[in-house]
């Protein structure tokens, strides 16, 4: 038996006992607080409940969007309405209830939870079921009964004395036969199940078009806003000491031969004006598009940005010697320097693991998490930087999920689709 095969069918196994789990408590805690902060909606409670409850389920789904593509390469593309930031709560849970978006992630929770159940349990099944097959065939089942078979049936097999017992071994070597080729297909038809009613439809490609559109409006106000700040920065810093440096040299011109002293004194602050000039122009060409990163590639960017973090940071990063687009790298690099200025800001960690990987699935994808052993609580929402991540990676079709108890850990997953040069 291939050592390699048997272990990605038992761990297929154990992810399918964990969404089973997941698929049956999760998807119904969260269908049960919808309903309830819905019908709360006319008494006011459910405007305030029901963008919280939303977000849940949100984060759940795009939790399992995750999992396919990491998992079982199924990509789950997502198609919700940006809702602005700062809106009142009122307005926030409207726009949320007519995305069509958030109502296919609530169709998809009793769905979830039934067949979604079923289809993550039939490949654990497969790995873990035959198991009692085989306690029963070896007289293991006397340490948990009494020593009798009275009303036994494993499977088919009513199992009534040993050589029942042996029919049920035999059944068990089978089921474990079968799932040395089925069970990671089998898992997969779960994620295929959760992509046929998250997925948006042939109907909502005009949505799925406006969503880009205004993803892509966005990216274009920030370029503008960002072209505005190099301005400003280069008028207000780097324009404002050269003109002054000017100044000091026409007056040391002026006195090199009357007052050398002054002179002297003059050139030496000139000098430094010099220096500090070239180290504002190298932050202003660092935070534009950081020369590491032009040189080096996206993995030894963010060892750089990670060595100047005040928090501890590894970085661990495995792009198969390939390099994403130059605006895919860029996107990428600024999205890791906002969650991690965010981590450190604002989770009180100790300590920040990235790890960047290229995942060879359909076109390629680029997947990033950042990982902080803080206090938790880190949201997507209004006033929060993890929106402009979000806004950020709209841009080329990406997603990102956050993943902050409270309590800690913190983990933002983001991913791209790109290929590797």
């Given at each position: 038996m291939?050592?390699?095969?048997?272990?990605t069918?038992?761990?297929?196994?154990?992810?399918?006992?964990?969404?089973?789990?997941?698929?049956?408590?999760?998807?119904?805690?969260?269908?049960?607080?919808?309903?309830?902060?819905?019908?709360?909606?006319?008494?006011?409670?459910?405007?305030?409940?029901?963008?919280?409850?939303?977000?849940?389920?949100?984060?759940?789904?795009?939790?399992?969007?995750?999992?396919?593509a990491?998992?079982?390469?199924?990509?789950?593309?997502?198609?919700?309405?940006?809702?602005?930031?700062?809106?009142?709560?009122?307005?926030?849970?409207?726009?949320?209830?007519?995305?069509?978006?958030i109502?296919?992630?609530?169709?998809?929770?009793?769905?979830?939870?039934?067949?979604?159940?079923?289809?993550?349990?039939?490949?654990?099944?497969?790995?873990?079921?035959?198991?009692?097959?085989?306690?029963?065939?070896?007289?293991?089942w006397?340490?948990?009964?009494?020593?009798?078979?009275?009303?036994?049936?494993?499977?088919?097999?009513?199992?009534?004395?040993?050589?029942?017992?042996?029919?049920?071994?035999?059944?068990?070597?089978?089921?474990?036969?079968?799932?040395?080729?089925?069970?990671?297909?089998?898992?997969?038809?779960?994620?295929?199940?959760?992509?046929?009613?998250?997925?948006?439809?042939?109907?909502e490609?005009?949505?799925?078009?406006?969503?880009?559109?205004?993803?892509?409006?966005?990216?274009?106000?920030?370029?503008?806003?960002?072209?505005?700040?190099?301005?400003?920065?280069?008028?207000?810093?780097?324009?404002?000491?050269?003109v002054?440096?000017?100044?000091?040299?026409?007056?040391?011109?002026?006195?090199?031969?009357?007052?050398?002293a002054?002179?002297?004194e003059?050139?030496a602050?000139?000098?430094?004006?010099?220096?500090?000039?070239?180290?504002?122009?190298?932050?202003?060409?660092?935070?534009?598009?950081?020369?590491?990163?032009?040189?080096?590639?996206?993995?030894?960017?963010?060892?750089?940005?990670?060595?100047?973090?005040?928090?501890?940071?590894?970085?661990?990063?495995?792009?198969?010697?390939?390099?994403?687009?130059?605006?895919?790298?860029?996107?990428?690099?600024?999205?890791?320097?906002?969650?991690?200025?965010?981590?450190?800001?604002?989770?009180?960690?100790?300590?920040?693991?990235?790890?960047?990987?290229?995942?060879?699935?359909?076109?390629?994808?680029?997947?990033?998490?950042?990982?902080?052993?803080g206090?938790?609580?880190?949201?997507?929402?209004?006033?929060?930087?993890?929106?402009?991540?979000?806004?950020?990676?709209?841009?080329?079709?990406?997603?990102?999920a956050?993943?902050?108890?409270?309590?800690?850990?913190?983990?933002?997953?983001?991913?791209?689709?790109?290929?590797?040069?």
């Amino acid at each position: 038996m291939d050592t390699n095969r048997a272990r990605t069918v038992v761990t297929a196994g154990l992810r399918g006992l964990a969404l089973a789990l997941i698929s049956l408590y999760g998807s119904l805690v969260l269908l049960v607080l919808t309903l309830v902060s819905l019908v709360l909606i006319p008494v006011g409670i459910g405007l305030i409940t029901t963008p919280w409850v939303l977000g849940g389920v949100r984060a759940h789904a795009d939790r399992r969007r995750l999992l396919g593509a990491q998992w079982c390469g199924v990509r789950i593309p997502p198609a919700y309405r940006p809702v602005p930031a700062g809106v009142k709560p009122w307005t926030r849970t409207f726009r949320l209830l007519g995305d069509p978006a958030i109502w296919r992630d609530l169709r998809w929770l009793p769905v979830d939870m039934t067949a979604g159940f079923v289809t993550a349990l039939v490949p654990a099944a497969l790995v873990f079921y035959p198991l009692e097959g085989f306690a029963l065939a070896f007289g293991l089942w006397r340490v948990f009964t009494d020593g009798t078979y009275v009303g036994w049936w494993y499977g088919f097999v009513p199992v009534s004395g040993q050589g029942s017992a042996l029919l049920a071994g035999l059944l068990g070597v089978a089921l474990l036969a079968a799932s040395y080729f089925l069970t990671p297909a089998l898992l997969r038809v779960h994620f295929l199940l959760t992509r046929s009613v998250l997925a948006p439809g042939q109907g909502e490609l005009a949505e799925r078009v406006r969503v880009l559109t205004e993803t892509r409006r966005d990216a274009v106000d920030s370029s503008a806003a960002e072209l505005r700040r190099i301005e400003r920065d280069l008028h207000d810093g780097a324009q404002a000491r050269l003109v002054a440096m000017g100044m000091d040299l026409g007056t040391i011109e002026a006195l090199i031969e009357k007052n050398p002293a002054k002179a002297r004194e003059l050139l030496a602050r000139a000098r430094q004006s010099s220096a500090e000039t070239l180290g504002e122009l190298r932050d202003l060409v660092r935070g534009i598009h950081p020369p590491v990163l032009a040189e080096r590639g996206l993995g030894d960017a963010v060892r750089a940005l990670a060595l100047r973090m005040p928090v501890p940071t590894e970085v661990v990063a495995d792009l198969g010697g390939g390099r994403a687009d130059a605006p895919v790298e860029s996107a990428a690099y600024f999205a890791v320097s906002e969650v991690l200025t965010n981590a450190v800001k604002h989770s009180g960690a100790d300590r920040i693991w990235v790890d960047l990987q290229h995942v060879k699935e359909g076109a390629g994808l680029l997947r990033i998490s950042v990982t902080d052993n803080g206090g938790g609580g880190a949201v997507v929402g209004a006033g929060s930087g993890l929106s402009g991540v979000e806004r950020r990676l709209g841009t080329f079709d990406g997603v990102l999920a956050v993943s902050s108890p409270a309590g800690g850990p913190t983990m933002v997953t983001m991913e791209i689709p790109c290929a590797l040069s």
